[in-house]
């Protein structure tokens, strides 16, 4: 982290501390400004991108919407509802409700599988321990 400026107190982050710090690589960081998704880093005198905490912060939420398989057409059309202000606030919750319920859904078809996976598995224990009896007689 480095100052912008000598009597700057904003702080600032390289590439490198943004990579080391959200733990995407240079290739997802680049894949997000690409993709509009975050604003490119301000460039410093040597022509190497700065970033904020905002970045940190807007990396942290996208790169979890998208872990949890947000399409690339809902990301961005949060990000830009978000760039509109406060007046896009009800679209933006309601674009966050849709994918909440739709993980939702998903965690409870995962839930009936671990059930019935946990099922299976004390099976095969059963009668791995009833062959194993059956083996020492």
Same mark, same amino acid.
């Given at each position: 982290?480095?100052?912008?400026?000598?009597? @700057? /107190?904003?702080?600032? $982050?390289?590439?490198? #501390?943004?990579?080391?710090? @959200?733990?995407?690589?240079?290739?997802? &960081?680049?894949? $997000?400004?690409?993709?509009?998704?975050? *604003?490119?880093?301000? #460039?410093?005198?040597?022509?190497?991108?700065?970033?904020?905490?905002? /970045?940190?912060?807007?990396?942290?939420?996208?790169?979890?919407?998208?872990?949890?398989?947000?399409?690339?057409? *809902?990301?961005?059309? $949060?990000? #830009?509802?978000?760039?509109?202000? *406060?007046?896009?606030?009800?679209?933006? !919750? #309601? &674009?966050?409700?849709?994918?909440?319920? /739709?993980?939702?859904?998903?965690?409870?078809?995962?839930?009936?599988?671990?059930?019935? &996976? *946990?099922?299976?598995?004390?099976?095969?224990?059963?009668?791995?321990?009833? &062959?194993?009896?059956?083996?020492? !007689?």
């Amino acid at each position: 982290m480095y100052a912008t400026g000598p009597s @700057s /107190h904003a702080e600032t $982050y390289s590439t490198t #501390e943004v990579v080391r710090l @959200s733990g995407l690589s240079t290739q997802s &960081l680049r894949w $997000y400004e690409d993709q509009g998704l975050i *604003d490119s880093g301000a #460039e410093d005198g040597a022509g190497d991108r700065i970033y904020n905490p905002v /970045h940190l912060r807007w990396l942290k939420f996208l790169n979890h919407l998208r872990s949890t398989g947000m399409s690339l057409t *809902d990301l961005r059309r $949060y990000v #830009e509802l978000n760039r509109e202000g *406060d007046r896009t606030l009800a679209a933006r !919750r #309601e &674009l966050l409700e849709a994918h909440r319920d /739709h993980l939702r859904s998903q965690v409870d078809g995962y839930a009936a599988t671990l059930r019935y &996976l *946990d099922w299976r598995i004390g099976f095969y224990r059963e009668r791995e321990a009833v &062959l194993a009896q059956s083996r020492a !007689r």
